[in-house]
């Protein structure tokens, strides 16, 4: 379970903010040459906060429906990822918006992006993580 706060200075600036997972096994070299774990990688699920939409597994621009509203400057975020039911769910200042994805089992790390022209006014802050572990049945 991550806890993350949107703070949002200057939407015109913004282009892009996701919050989600990507798949531990990608090469991290990989990863940090193309900014972001979502981008064109096999296994990666995550949310788009501007638009509130899920992101498929494929590439950023793979777009699914709506999950919940857009996000706005102050929103709180907490994403939960269910290794033991294997499912990954967003509460969104503390509404619950239930199952975005079924994920394929495996091992994965938390992926953050967020594009601005400047970078000077906008963030995606960690406020906590708790993680509990379960033995698969």
């Not at 703070?7 to 903010?17: R, V």
């Not at 621009?61 to 294997?86: A, H, N, R, T, W």
């Not at 199952?99 to 992006?113: E, M, S, T, W």
């Amino acid at each position: 379970h991550w806890r993350f706060k949107i703070e949002i200075k200057d939407d015109h600036d913004l282009s892009t903010m996701f919050i989600g997972i990507c798949d531990n096994s990608q090469n991290l070299k990989e990863l940090k040459r193309h900014h972001l774990c979502y981008y064109q990688l096999a296994v990666s699920f995550g949310l788009n906060l501007l638009k509130g939409q899920r992101v498929g597994c494929k590439s950023l621009f793979d777009q699914d429906e709506q999950y919940c509203p857009g996000g706005k400057d102050g929103d709180i975020i907490d994403m939960f990822v269910d290794l033991s039911q294997m499912e990954l769910k967003y509460v969104i200042n503390g509404k619950d918006y239930g199952k975005a994805f079924d994920i394929p089992d495996g091992q994965y790390r938390v992926g953050v992006a967020l594009r601005s022209h400047t970078y000077n006014y906008n963030a995606i802050k960690l406020i906590s993580y708790h993680t509990k572990k379960f033995n698969k049945q």
